[in-house]
């Protein structure tokens, strides 16, 4: 995952009313953010991306390197979950069908004032 190499922690941010999903990390050697919207529209279920997010801003700052290692789990799936709450560990749900479900908590970086 480039993004290890740019900085340490990855701030998601999932919009108000949902729709949007938005990575963005920084560090010494620069800075990336990458955004996954909503698309109902594709016509290939595997293309297919729902975001579902409740009537408040949700935000949390969690670290890189974990990150990466929960991304190897999606080459197992086809659909992934993430979920969060602003104050509680994201959880991140990989449902592999009639095999069965792999789930990873991740706390989230405390952030300095």
């Known amino acids: 995952m ?10 998601i941010k999932l919009k108000s009313g949902g729709g949007e999903v938005i990575f963005s990390v920084e560090g010494d050697v ?10 109902k529209t594709s016509a290939k279920e595997e293309e297919h991306t729902e975001i579902v997010c409740g009537d408040s801003e949700v935000s949390g ?17 086809d659909s992934v979950g993430v979920y969060m709450t602003e104050g509680v560990p ?13 789930g990873y908590y991740l706390a989230p970086k405390i952030e300095d004032d």
């Open 61 to 77: 700052m969690f670290g890189v390197k974990y990150l990466a290692l929960f991304t190897k789990a999606a080459k197992l799936c």
């Open 90 to 102: 994201l959880f991140v749900n990989y449902d592999m069908g009639e095999i069965g479900a792999v």
């Open 30 to 39: 620069g800075k990336a953010s990458s955004a996954v919207v909503d698309d």
């Open 2 to 11: 480039i993004w290890e190499r740019l900085g340490e922690s990855c701030r």
